[in-house]
């Protein structure tokens, strides 16, 4: 079973949404980058996630999101578009806060689980958990999914510790 193969089974899909949603960015010829979980594994043991958290070029949204409309179902909130699929269990989130807009220029290509995409460079990615995990409004258990991931990065590869804000240094430490 390929790494695909795999990440198509345990989300129950139906239809490879990922590679339909990548398709999507081609087609309009946006810029991206993954951030958030699958990101994360671009730089260390891979965990499975049902999310796809994505940054797309401002300029492009609207037009990716017409792409892609019959594939999904799209609801627009403050500070995200949703996408889902009755064909599959994964969720694509488009994060339109601005601050991740500069993850975009600095993003490289990696493959994550079979999937050959646009990756927030690893600084970039440590920094969206940061804000996640230091975002009190989010669920409990969202914020610790986020501070396990920032562990994650900080076992592999020790030099980002620097980036972490003191709060977050003496819990890992």
Same mark, same amino acid.
């Given at each position: 079973?390929?790494?695909?193969?795999?990440?198509?089974?345990?989300?129950?899909?139906?239809?490879?949404? +990922?590679?339909?949603?990548?398709?999507?960015?081609?087609?309009?010829?946006?810029?991206?980058?993954?951030?958030?979980?699958?990101?994360?594994?671009?730089?260390?043991?891979?965990?499975?996630?049902?999310?796809?958290?994505?940054?797309?070029?401002?300029?492009?949204?609207?037009?990716?999101?017409?792409?892609?409309?019959?594939?999904?179902? +799209?609801?627009?909130?403050?500070?995200?578009?949703?996408?889902?699929?009755?064909?599959?269990?994964?969720?694509?989130?488009?994060?339109?806060?601005?601050?991740?807009?500069?993850? +975009?220029?600095?993003?490289?290509?990696?493959?994550?689980?079979?999937?050959?995409?646009?990756?927030?460079?690893?600084?970039?990615?440590?920094?969206?958990?940061?804000?996640?995990?230091?975002?009190?409004?989010?669920?409990?258990?969202?914020?610790?999914?986020?501070?396990?991931?920032?562990?994650?990065?900080?076992?592999?590869?020790?030099?980002?510790?620097?980036?972490?804000?003191?709060?977050?240094?003496?819990?890992?430490?």
């Amino acid at each position: 079973m390929t790494k695909k193969e795999f990440l198509r089974a345990v989300s129950g899909g139906e239809e490879d949404i +990922i590679q339909i949603f990548l398709d999507g960015l081609s087609t309009v010829d946006s810029d991206y980058c993954v951030i958030g979980g699958l990101a994360v594994n671009a730089y260390t043991d891979p965990v499975v996630s049902l999310d796809l958290d994505i940054v797309v070029a401002v300029t492009n949204i609207e037009a990716v999101c017409e792409t892609v409309e019959s594939h999904f179902k +799209i609801e627009h909130f403050p500070h995200s578009i949703n996408m889902t699929s009755d064909k599959s269990d994964l969720r694509i989130q488009l994060q339109i806060d601005q601050r991740y807009q500069d993850f +975009i220029p600095r993003a490289t290509m990696h493959t994550v689980l079979g999937y050959e995409m646009n990756v927030a460079s690893m600084e970039d990615v440590l920094q969206g958990k940061i804000w996640a995990y230091s975002d009190e409004q989010r669920r409990k258990s969202k914020r610790q999914k986020d501070l396990a991931d920032i562990i994650r990065l900080i076992e592999d590869h020790p030099c980002l510790t620097r980036q972490l804000p003191d709060s977050i240094r003496k819990i890992i430490e």
